[in-house]
């Protein structure tokens, strides 16, 4: 198979940046005169991008300074500028598209199989679309009138080398969605937790007295500017975006078969019915599968085997109703469930000092319910995952023909707490003081009780538009954000024989399909009509029969399947480790070795596997050492290979060892490991040649390789050279050496993705390591990222902690291998482009060699038709996984969105976390395709664009001052936190590996702990009290109110606690109180705190106990392990405390009201 079709979205065209992100299309980069917003054309709005040249001139953002205001910044934008005319003395920047390529040369993907060397590679893939579906642009052509969006003209930009045309087939490209007509498989057994039922209704004549909502006003075709091209997917021929794949298929992969023809199906999926449901449906023609590489019949099963890797979509021969095996029924699958994590506690705005008269103080907004533990937060929001059932007679219809007066609920027949008008100048108590949930979407209640949980499916719109139009109007993203391994107190688990799904999408069967009687279904996504197998008309539940609208996986937005064996091709992998240890004279000084060989001899016998777990250990300086466990061995035996530059496996087979078998061998290696190295006088790491040989050593059987590295690569393949220059960490210009410096380490991570290994990089250095570089293994792979910058084991304990709590996660969290991801969506929605740590298969499946419980994604998505006869959409993502006890498992999520026509109901179901983290996952890929300013000006772009929009087409009284919905009063603070966050700050010190690890968890961290890291939560905790505390276990945990991050909060009389994710700061003031110091700390007196303290003392005083138990409460959230940091004014670490005080004014940014005043001004010209 030709590798061009996987090097076609991961980057190794020609011409195709290194990132894992969004690449544009050839045509996207094109500009077309004369086209505005106010044409018919429709093109597609992504505040990534350029606008209208102003005149240049000193500042920080793109539009210019306003006059109260003097400039702050030395920052000096590259280029003249483009959309809003500027004020005096203001620049703007002429950006290329958010994601497109910097030319430069690609990486070429090696080989899979195992060889001696990995340096050598393949031919370079084809030039062409590097973000490309399609075998070459001139196929989009003849389907052009397919496509709602085909209509408008291309965004704006210059031309890159994109548009070459490739130079090759591309092999196993179709779209998303696309599928085999499989027949739907019955299922049998159900292994399931009920939970109390709901109370029984139907949807068959859901209406809600009211009427449809208005048309809203149109947006005046004057008030956006040509060179303002949109979010969303290409248009006109434009290639679906995505981090490409790029390197060899997978092995195992089918053959593809015949070509597609006609438009491509996954962008024309059957629209949802309107009308009563239909009993009898034409079957659909012949479809091209992506994965089965084969024409089927939608009444015909594939003929070919599922890949090795485990496609969801093609289960080789799916049973039909064949005999029922009996039921087994099995309670919650609890394993390594931890509590329910939610987002960051709320935030309270407090006033600002010194303000205009005209900033005067308001009333608040309604007050949220008081502070909730995750898990009951979660239990009292309607927009959660429940077990609760709803009934169905016969012939009812389910959401996907809600009745037409569902849009009777339109949000404008009364204004909503989301609607309510802000104005963001005068109003100050903008933060709640308390976590508020995400916004709930305006479906009928059975629906929203058993719709999918937030913290694990969430959109950045709740109500859907009905057209690309009408969302471009809007000027908000589109997409979602998922973290869909994550761990939950309650799983329901179905054990079956067979699994059912759609004969035509292979849509897993889920609450939001339709029964139109006891014997069919059809499918909320495509709209086809399937037959309910026999077995699932009995219910294990409940042990009936004749009620599949009862089995779990129609009560059940989540639910996991055991897969039958039609959904591998070889026995699924057993659990394998190595481990890569670092083990130069500069890692022996780091002292981490110790750490590592002590936690793991402690944590051996809780390896997540079973009797065929296997582990080996590979370490290096500049030779690479090996160390055979071969049972029989009286002690571990080291094997040298020192010719690095053709590296091999000196003992093939006992390098790797069953570790039942060979414990007390892996327990000597371990104890003795630390004294082996230590006078060493080896500085030099040849890290290259040792991840040949761990790749060597994992390709059989696929794994997982954890490499602990303290150094920059310095010898051998890999090498690498410092390219940070210190005196430009506080530059107010571009950053520079964002983009890997070879695509050594991408190839190989390819290499590695192929063969079911992932590479997780644990880097523990005081120097420049270029983490853009080494980083690129994980990223491509499916691996995490783990930086402990300064690491000492003396010189830093708060570091050495924080390793010991995270590697201890690391080695017993639940883990899942050789895994894919698809995500499917209703008719007229498309996926285009994919942000996290993977390697994109084709168009839609994403590759996880292995997939942890820590690991988000997000999707943008774009409306190709338009969405009117529907009133709601459903997204599903099916994740496919080996647990580590050897079972094939599928995860599949569910959620369901109504639609909308109205511009004011789009608005009033923005979720403005889920924007900000779509945001910053885009402006992180703009950062390293285009520049760090180009991606600054795009944020500040999105927050203008929108509450233009919201003005000018949403407001009926127009009124002074920055206005605002309820909803999205946070928007200006968080792009302000973005602005100042590691990853995209500049004027301030920052290094170049804390900003590219920033920018690494914006992208793969889940939304709820990147937003700790966006904005941090500020708490009072010298006065903490029992008053609206949470009684968790039996301990009081309290609640303070978060405060306004700016230093006019803090007070000398007080202690002040800064949650910012990774770590949490407790600032003491000078004159804090002594009984605080005293039964608190420990201390007498503020002179006798420690200068180096990153633990509290366990006093037996009730201070100490409420303190103690709030810190504890606030680590539990989440899966890491952040620091604490007791800082006083002399403290060192105060500078980044105070970089957290993200609303105050700095030498390099604007302070908040500044901001604000600098976001009105551009949406009054």
């Given at each position: 198979m030709s590798t061009a079709g996987f090097n076609s979205q991961?980057?190794?065209g020609t011409g195709q940046a290194y990132a894992n992100g969004p690449s544009q299309n050839p045509v996207a980069m094109q500009q077309l005169p004369g086209v505005n917003y106010g044409m018919t054309h429709q093109p597609i709005y992504n505040p990534m991008q350029s606008k209208a040249p102003a005149p240049p001139g000193p500042g920080l953002y793109p539009s210019g300074a306003y006059q109260p205001i003097p400039p702050v910044s030395s920052y000096q934008p590259g280029q003249p500028p483009t959309s809003y005319p500027a004020p005096l003395g203001q620049p703007l920047l002429t950006r290329p598209l958010m994601g497109v390529p910097p030319s430069q040369t690609p990486p070429q993907s090696a080989s899979p199989s195992p060889r001696p060397s990995l340096a050598r590679a393949t031919p370079?893939?084809?030039?062409?679309?590097?973000?490309s579906y399609y075998p070459n642009p001139q196929q989009l052509q003849p389907m052009a009138p397919s496509w709602q969006y085909n209509t408008g003209p291309p965004p704006m930009g210059p031309p890159t080398s994109t548009s070459t045309p490739p130079r090759g087939p591309v092999a196993n490209h179709v779209n998303p969605s696309s599928s085999s007509p499989v027949p739907p498989s019955p299922l049998s057994s159900v292994a399931y937790s009920s939970g109390p039922g709901m109370p029984p209704t139907t949807l068959q004549g859901y209406n809600q007295p009211g009427i449809a909502p208005p048309q809203m006003n149109p947006m005046a075709s004057h008030t956006y500017h040509p060179s303002r091209p949109a979010y969303g997917p290409p248009t006109s021929g434009q290639p679906i975006s995505g981090p490409p794949p790029t390197g060899p298929p997978p092995t195992g992969l089918p053959p593809t078969g015949v070509p597609?023809?006609?438009?491509?199906?996954?962008l024309k999926p059957t629209p949802l019915p309107t009308g009563p449901p239909v009993a009898n449906v034409t079957p659909t023609p012949p479809r091209y599968d992506a994965q089965c590489g084969a024409t089927f019949?939608?009444?015909?099963?594939p003929t070919e085997p599922d890949c090795q890797q485990g496609d969801i979509e093609c289960p080789g021969a799916m049973a039909g109703n064949g005999p029922q095996p009996s039921n087994s029924y099995n309670h919650v699958d609890n394993q390594m469930a931890g509590p329910p994590q939610h987002g960051p506690p709320g935030r309270h705005l407090g006033h600002y000092p010194?303000?205009?008269?005209?900033y005067q103080n308001t009333p608040g907004p309604h007050k949220s319910p008081s502070p909730m533990h995750p898990a009951m937060q979660s239990a009292t929001q309607p927009y959660t995952q429940s077990s609760q059932q709803y009934q169905q007679p016969p012939g009812g219809p389910g959401p996907a023909q809600l009745s037409p007066s569902m849009a009777a609920m339109s949000l404008q027949s009364s204004t909503p707490e989301a609607l309510r008008v802000v104005n963001l100048l005068q109003e100050r108590n903008l933060l709640p003081p308390?976590?508020?949930?995400?916004?709930t979407p305006c479906l009928p209640q059975d629906l929203q009780k058993i719709n999918c949980n937030p913290e694990v499916f969430r959109s950045t719109l709740t109500s859907i538009p009905q057209t690309q139009s009408l969302l471009n109007k809007a000027k908000m993203p589109l997409g979602l954000l998922l973290h869909p391994f994550k761990d939950l107190t309650q799983l329901p688990v179905v054990t079956s024989s067979t699994i059912v799904r759609c004969r035509s999408c292979r849509t897993y069967i889920n609450p939001f399909v339709t029964f139109l009687d006891q014997r069919r279904w059809t499918c909320n996504l495509c709209n086809r009509v399937n037959d309910v197998p026999e077995e699932f008309m009995y219910n294990p539940v409940s042990r009936s029969y004749g009620e599949p609208h009862k089995r779990p996986e129609v009560q059940n937005a989540t639910i996991e399947f055991i897969a039958p064996s039609e959904y591998m091709l070889r026995p699924p992998q057993p659990a394998v480790y190595l481990f890569v240890l670092d083990v130069s004279h500069n890692a022996v000084e780091t002292g981490y070795l110790n750490v590592f060989c002590q936690l793991l001899l402690e944590n051996i016998n809780t390896l997540p596997g079973d009797s065929r777990t296997k582990v080996g250990f590979i370490t290096f300086d500049s030779t690479i050492h090996f160390y055979n466990l071969q049972e029989g061995l009286s002690q571990p035996q080291m094997l040298i290979v020192s010719d690095i530059e053709e590296i091999f496996l000196p003992t093939p087979d006992s390098l790797l060892v069953n570790l039942n078998e060979c414990k007390e061998l892996v327990q000597d290696l371990l104890r003795s490991l630390p004294n082996l190295f230590q006078k060493t006088m080896e500085t030099q790491s040849a890290l290259g040649s040792a991840l040949q040989a761990a790749f060597k050593l994992l390709s059989p059987t696929g794994g997982r390789m954890s490499v602990f590295q303290t150094q920059l690569p310095n010898l051998g393949v890999g090498a690498l050279q410092s390219r940070e220059d210190p005196n430009q960490r506080a530059s107010a210009k571009d950053i520079q050496?964002?983009?890997?410096?070879?695509?050594?380490y991408k190839k190989l991570a390819l290499d590695c993705s192929g063969q079911q290994v992932a590479v997780d990089l644990f880097l523990l250095s005081s120097q420049y390591c270029d983490l853009a570089s080494l980083g690129c293994i994980s990223r491509y792979s499916a691996g995490s990222v783990y930086y402990y910058p300064s690491y000492h084991h003396q010189h830093s304990p708060a570091q050495v902690e924080r390793f010991q709590k995270d590697l201890k996660r690391y080695l017993t969290r639940k883990i899942g291998f050789e895994a894919v991801m698809r995500i499917r969506c209703t008719k007229g929605l498309s996926i285009h482009t994919f942000h996290g740590n993977f390697f994109v298969r084709s168009t839609d499946l994403l590759s996880l060699p292995n997939v942890n419980p820590d690991a988000g994604f997000a999707v943008q998505m774009s409306i190709e038709e338009n969405l009117a006869d529907v009133q709601s959409v459903s997204f599903q993502a099916a994740l496919l996984y080996t647990s580590s006890k050897g079972e094939r498992r599928i995860r599949v999520h569910t959620l369901c969105l109504p639609v909308v026509n109205s511009l004011s109901d789009v608005f009033s179901g923005a979720d403005v976390e889920a924007i900000t983290g779509l945001l910053?996952?885009?402006?992180?890929?703009?950062?390293?395709?285009?520049?760090?300013s180009d991606a600054r000006d795009a944020m500040t772009n999105a927050a203008i664009d929108s509450l233009s929009s919201y003005r000018q087409s949403v407001l009926t009284i127009q009124q002074p001052g920055l206005l605002a919905p309820a909803c999205l009063r946070l928007f200006p603070l968080y792009i302000l936190a973005l602005l100042k966050q590691k990853a995209f700050r500049t004027g301030t010190s920052t290094r170049l590996d804390d900003r590219v690890f920033a920018m690494c968890q914006l992208k793969y961290q889940p939304l709820v702990y990147a937003m700790l890291m966006i904005h941090p939560s500020l708490y009072r905790i010298d006065d903490l009290n029992d008053e609206g505390a949470l009684n968790i276990n039996e301990r009081t945990i309290p609640q303070p109110r978060v405060q306004q991050l700016s230093v006019e909060k803090l007070s000398r009389e007080g202690a002040f606690l800064m949650d910012a994710g990774l770590v949490i700061y407790l600032w003491i003031g000078r004159n804090c109180h002594p009984n605080f110091l005293s039964q608190v700390l420990g201390v007498p007196s503020y002179a006798a705190v420690p200068e180096n303290l990153y633990t509290l003392p366990e006093l037996d005083t009730a201070e100490s106990q409420r303190t103690r138990a709030f810190i504890g409460w606030l680590r539990d959230q989440r899966p890491f392990f952040p620091s604490v940091h007791v800082i006083r004014d002399e403290s060192p670490l105060k500078a980044s405390f105070m970089q957290n005080m993200i609303e105050d004014r700095t030498e390099s940014a604007l302070s908040y009201y500044e901001f604000l005043l600098h976001i009105q001004q551009q949406i009054s010209k």
């Open positions: 991961n980057g190794t370079p893939p084809p030039a062409a679309s590097s973000s597609p023809t006609g438009p491509p199906p996954s019949n939608s009444t015909q099963s010194s303000l205009p008269p005209g308390s976590p508020t949930p995400p916004p050496h964002l983009s890997p410096a070879t695509d050594f910053a996952c885009m402006a992180v890929d703009r950062s390293v395709a285009a520049s760090l």
